[in-house]
């Protein structure tokens, strides 16, 4: 493919790939072409470069949406990143002034708190978990993490991960007795692991509507494959 040919994609690359295939045919027999290989190009090398040139501009845009989030977050508001999860393209997290702001808001009165997760909000396909509790009958959410592991090839990455975030709160005051979630084990495991440590009192639910779920999934047979062993473990601490 000529350096025209590539130019003239770059310059078209909002286009469909298809619509500037048939735009760079009709256009082979114009001068700027006439040296070119329009007559012989085909569709994939048009897509191919398509590609190509699309990709690394969705690449530096998340870049950027990236950088944008850790300046927002950093502004003098009252949130702060939690250094420990701030890998590009992978982990984002940071606490809120409900956590920060110590005079308002005594972290001994947070005794009990709720982990709640999103997935498939935003254009990046983050994950979106958030760590709320109730304060003088109030929910105020306490902490945040985006999340997106897919392209990490490693044991217990997602895992690993959340244990760092709970850990980082933990460090920083967040001592809960009682820690509730859905029925995600990697959740389960890394609250235990985090919130546990010196505190003999812990405890963990998991949320009455996805437990229900999940047995009568169990019961009914809707579900198949590797979904049964997370649907038995939350059924057996329903049943505790």
């Known amino acids: 493919m000529t350096e025209e040919v590539r130019n003239y994609i770059r310059a078209q690359n909002r286009l469909a790939p298809r ?8 256009m082979a027999n114009e001068p700027e072409f006439e040296k070119t290989d ?28 990236f950088r944008s989030a850790q300046l927002l977050v950093a502004e003098p508001c009252g949130f702060r990143l939690i250094d420990e999860l701030q890998e590009h393209g992978v982990s984002l ?21 709720f982990v709640d997760s999103t997935f498939g909000t935003n254009k990046h396909g983050y994950e979106l978990y958030c760590v709320l509790t109730e304060y003088d009958l109030v929910s105020i959410p306490l ?4 999340l997106d592991t897919r392209g990490l090839h490693e044991k217990c ?15 920083a005051g967040l001592k809960p ?10 959740e389960v495991t890394a609250a235990s692991i985090a919130f546990r440590t010196d505190n003999s009192g812990y405890n963990h639910h998991l949320c009455l509507w996805h437990s229900l779920r999940a047995i009568d999934q169990y019961i009914t047979g809707k579900v198949q494959g590797r979904g049964v062993d ?11």
Request: aromatic letters at 14%; hydrophobic letters at 35%.
């Open 143 to 146: 902490s945040y993490l985006l």
């Open 230 to 240: 997370s649907i038995r473990v939350s059924i057996q601490w329903t049943l505790r």
């Open 38 to 65: 329009l007559h012989t190009i085909t569709r994939q090398q048009v897509y191919n470069y398509w590609l190509s040139i699309t990709k690394s501009e969705w690449e530096r845009d998340a870049a950027n949406d």
């Open 93 to 113: 997290a940071f606490v809120t002034p409900c956590f920060t702001n110590q005079e308002k808001y005594n972290r001994a009165k947070m005794t009990e708190v």
């Open 157 to 171: 990455k997602r895992g690993r991960r959340l244990t760092q975030w709970f850990a980082a709160l933990r460090n």
């Open 19 to 26: 619509q500037i295939y048939q735009n760079l045919i009709q």
């Open 177 to 186: 007795n009682t820690v509730h979630t859905d029925k995600d084990f990697a």
